[in-house]
């Protein structure tokens, strides 16, 4: 008998770090299969997706359409038929709202799977992975480059090219500063890297940090050059320290601020990188126009097509004709429209942007139960500076929020 158990409890384990790593790897967020110009690994992980969902409809149906998940059931339903009134509305029958769709419920499907614990667990040791196995290959690209030149090479859709090395990425010959991981650029790795931290600073563990581990991420995140990730990392380490004070962690975080303070001081170019969208003579001041038109042209989108949205296709045409009005300068939304929120409140409406908001907000709850609400504010500006509608960890997270009293026994 105890043996059966064993092995039912090992097969739950291996179907967990399965599902973690499909999340993490198999998802528009990295570059071999979100952004990757060979389509055969851009469109063949939606056949991964669509198995794990047959596999849990077949499997966990009962559990599913369970009294205590009515609630989630009858969400789910309204998205449902949000999605179809839109597309009908909107004669939007191409395959972005279908891929869209299996990738949302996919991730509501992986939720029924795994508890919330479990994957915070398996998910920040799987990045604590990825990010130390980033600095070496980071390291080694700036002292000894030609040693990344051996390295199978990937181009993206823009026809960027990369050089490949197993559990990270290097920009071929320019950009060596930033560091991507496996990630499709280094904006989506840190909001990835600053998840990990969340979980463990605030879920994984409430009064002992493993040093080691956050002093990876930290680095990581340092060396994504990401003005959001740099601004936003010591909000987080200040609310921990709010919530944990003492003298080992006051001299953890006084150790990062002064090794941030040093490398931002003796390195300026790093700091013109990092900085300069926030200065009208900076180089990179048309990002931030960018980012500003990312707030504020789907605003406009959304004024217009209230109820039922714009639909995925003229989504793109509208955010051209609108930031051209606003700004002056027409913005493409396949590199401009990085708030992933307003662009689904855009494409689908207003009641389907309130209940994905909502749902988010839930999951925040889960990460932090006393200081929830900063990290609501904390997962917005992250999900504002990427889009993230087709990624599958996005979703997921969704997933939690929307099963959210059933995952708060679990916590």
Do not use: C, W
């Amino acid at each position: 008998m105890n043996k059966i158990m064993e092995e039912g409890n090992n097969n739950k384990s291996k179907k967990a770090l399965f599902l973690v790593l499909t999340i993490i790897f198999l998802t528009d967020d990295t570059l071999l299969f979100g952004t990757n110009k060979n389509d055969l690994f851009v469109y063949g992980k939606y056949f991964i997706y669509i198995i794990i969902l047959l596999l849990t409809v077949l499997f966990s149906a009962k559990n599913i359409v369970s009294k205590s998940n009515f609630n989630g059931i009858i969400t789910i339903l309204v998205l449902i038929l949000i999605l179809f009134l839109s597309t009908i509305i909107n004669n939007d029958f191409k395959t972005g709202t279908l891929v869209y769709a299996i990738t949302f419920f996919t991730g509501i499907a992986i939720v029924q799977n795994i508890s919330f614990p479990v994957f915070t667990k398996l998910y920040s040791k799987i990045m604590y992975f990825l990010a130390f196995f980033s600095l070496i290959v980071y390291t080694i690209n700036l002292i000894s480059p030609d040693l990344i030149s051996i390295f199978p090479t990937i181009s993206n859709y823009g026809d960027v090219e990369y050089k490949f090395v197993l559990f990270s990425n290097t920009f071929n010959g320019f950009n060596e500063f930033r560091n991507t991981g496996i990630f499709r650029e280094p904006g989506v790795y840190v909001i990835h890297l600053i998840f990990a931290v969340f979980f463990e600073v605030f879920f994984i563990k409430s009064s002992k940090l493993n040093y080691r581990k956050l002093l990876i991420f930290v680095l990581a995140i340092l060396t994504t050059l990401s003005t959001t990730g740099i601004l936003l990392l010591p909000v987080i380490l200040i609310i921990y320290f709010i919530k944990n004070s003492n003298l080992k962690n006051a001299f953890f975080i006084f150790g990062i601020s002064m090794f941030f303070v040093f490398i931002l001081n003796y390195f300026p170019e790093l700091n013109d990188k990092v900085f300069s969208k926030l200065t009208q003579d900076g180089a990179e001041y048309e990002s931030s126009l960018a980012r500003l038109s990312s707030f504020l042209t789907p605003l406009y989108i959304i004024k217009d097509n209230m109820i039922f949205g714009s639909g995925l296709s003229n989504f793109v045409t509208y955010y051209s004709y609108y930031s051209r009005s606003i700004f002056g300068i027409e913005f493409l939304a396949e590199s401009a429209a990085t708030n992933t929120i307003l662009n689904l409140t855009a494409v689908y409406g207003i009641i389907y942007g309130l209940i994905i908001t909502i749902l988010l907000f839930r999951a925040s709850k889960l990460i932090e139960k006393k200081y929830y609400i900063i990290v609501f504010i904390l997962m917005l500006l992250l999900f504002s500076s990427q889009e993230l509608k087709f990624s599958l960890f996005f979703n997921v997270l969704l997933g939690y929020g929307l099963y959210f009293n059933k995952q708060k026994d679990f916590s």
